[in-house]
T-cell receptor, first 113, second 116 residues
Framework: SQKIEQNSEALNIQEGKTATLTCNYTNYSPAYLQWYRQDPGRGPVFLLLIRENEKEKRKERLKVTFDTTLKQSLFHITASQPADSATYLCALPTSGGSYIPTFGRGTSLIVHP | DAGVTQSPTHLIKTRGQQVTLRCSPK?????VSWYQQALGQGPQFIFQ???????QRGNFPDRFSGHQFPNYSSELNVNALLLGDSALYLC???????????????FGPGTRLTVL
């Protein structure tokens, strides 16, 4: 099964700066990787999916990179806003061929005005 | 178009009791997955239902069981509750794709279960 590591410490940044969150995984290389946002007491909300043959993917102020050699994905939020404050979860297929995701514990992002 | 809904929002039970949680999937979705999320942890997959049958199951004991109804809604049942079952229980719905996988999952707001 997959093991996922996300920084357990909260990331504090100033409004307007770029936030960068890290997701490292062990074991096999997944066919894709997903990022979710979760607000306190709410369910996760899907943000982006990046496939193994894609180096980078963008959606508005979000950018995700996927380095299968380093077994790492980086999640960037440019021009961050206080409304971006939330926990961001990384998820990968549980095993090769599986469509069931294994989630990391998430990293809390706090954007200060 | 209603998204995924779950009931109840909060629930308090005592050890040894049984609980039933309910989920209605997003309109047009036919697959329901259940997750357990402990405080400070990511969601952990419990099981997935499709066509009223358990399609896949995570590493959870038999005390956790489920059901899917013809209208695609689903229930999660937990018997003989333990203190460690206290968590946010999330339901996610999706649509099975032609290749057998599922499309993007949409999560409900969750049910917060507290076991005393």
């Amino acid at each position: 099964s997959q093991k996922i590591e996300q920084n357990s410490e909260a990331l504090n940044i100033q409004e307007g700066k770029t936030a960068t969150l890290t997701c490292n995984y062990t074991n096999y290389s997944p066919a894709y990787l997903q990022w979710y946002r979760q607000d306190p007491g709410r369910g996760p909300v899907f943000l982006l999916l990046i496939r193994e043959n894609e180096k980078e993917k963008r959606k508005e102020r979000l950018k995700v990179t996927f380095d299968t050699t380093l077994k790492q994905s980086l999640f960037h939020i440019t021009a961050s806003q206080p409304a971006d404050s939330a926990t961001y979860l990384c998820a990968l297929p549980t095993s090769g061929g599986s469509y069931i995701p294994t989630f990391g514990r998430g990293t809390s992002l706090i954007v200060h005005p | 178009d209603a998204g995924v809904t779950q009931s109840p929002t909060h629930l308090i039970k005592t050890r040894g009791q049984q609980v039933t949680l309910r989920c209605s999937p997003k309109s047009g979705h036919d697959t329901v997955s259940w997750y357990q999320q402990a405080l400070g942890q990511g969601p952990q997959f419990i099981f997935q239902y499709y066509e009223e049958e358990e399609r896949q199951r995570g590493n959870f004991p038999d005390r956790f069981s489920g059901h899917q109804f013809p209208n695609y809604s689903s229930e999660l049942n937990v018997n003989a509750l333990l203190l460690g079952d206290s968590a946010l229980y999330l339901c996610a719905s999706s649509l099975v794709l032609a290749g057998g996988g599922t499309d993007t999952q949409y999560f409900g707001p969750g049910t917060r279960l507290t076991v005393l």
